[in-house]
């Protein structure tokens, strides 16, 4: 059965104190893996696309990677407004562009 | 160039009534999806319409069902609702439904009380 875990589950920061967020992957036939930003009672925002291990990508303070059954988010110096919950999603190799979520890690960045 | 849109933004239901959301499409976009976003958790998929069609469907009963117009915009349909279908409603719209960018509407709040 194809899943997504992410860890941990919440993450409290001091401004300025960098981490990083895990999500694992264990599916049949990856076609890419992807990282949204949600805000409170809020749609996931886009962030990044990876398709292959090795594969990284970087915007602002945030920085993600991807290996054969992992992927990271590193978040560095981060600020209040970063805070946010971080979805990680996979897309399958089948016929459409369904996304299988994971629960997601709750950031709070404190000032 | 418009984003996704959803009404209503909120919603209170009695358990076994019907309800009806909707979701207009980001210009240029031609597919919708929708997911279940319970409280915590990741959101699950629905089912996708393209061409005013399903094209694949998540692990959820018959009672969810869906159209899509010819402007593309889908309405999602849950009938029978249960406590369990207390949760935010959210669509994505794609260039295709092989499209791998989706873009989320803010989604619909829905309780069922």
């Known amino acids: 059965e194809d899943q997504v875990t992410q860890s941990p589950e919440a993450l409290r920061l001091q401004e300025g104190e960098s981490s990083s967020l895990n999500c694992s992957y264990t599916?049949?036939?990856?076609?890419?893996l992807f990282w949204y930003r949600q805000d409170p009672g809020k749609g996931p925002e886009f962030l990044f696309t990876?398709?292959?291990a090795g594969e990284e990508k970087e915007k602002e303070r945030l920085k993600a990677t991807l290996t054969k059954k992992e992927s990271f988010l590193h978040i560095t110096a981060p600020k209040p407004e970063d805070s946010a919950t971080y979805l990680c999603a996979v897309q399958l190799a089948y016929g459409n562009n369904r996304l299988a979520f994971g629960k997601g890690n709750q950031v709070v960045v404190i000032p | 160039e418009t984003g996704v849109t959803q009404s209503p933004t909120h919603l209170i239901k009695t358990r076994g009534q019907q309800v009806t959301l909707r979701c207009s499409s980001q210009?240029?976009?031609?597919?919708v999806s929708w997911y279940q976003q319970a409280l915590g958790q990741g959101p699950q998929f629905i089912f996708q319409?393209?061409?005013?069609?399903?094209?694949g469907r998540g692990n959820f009963p018959p009672r969810f069902s869906g159209l899509q117009f010819p402007n593309y915009s889908s309405e999602l349909n849950v009938n029978a609702l249960e406590l369990d279908d207390s949760a935010l409603y959210l669509c994505?719209?794609?260039?295709?439904?092989?499209?791998?960018?989706?873009?989320f509407g803010s989604g619909t709040q829905l309780s069922v009380l």
């Open positions: 319409y393209y061409r005013e069609e399903e094209n």
């Open positions: 599916v049949s036939g990856l076609r890419g």
């Open positions: 994505a719209s794609s260039r295709g439904p092989t499209n791998e960018k989706l873009f």
């Open positions: 210009s240029g976009h031609n597919t």
């Open positions: 990876l398709y292959s």
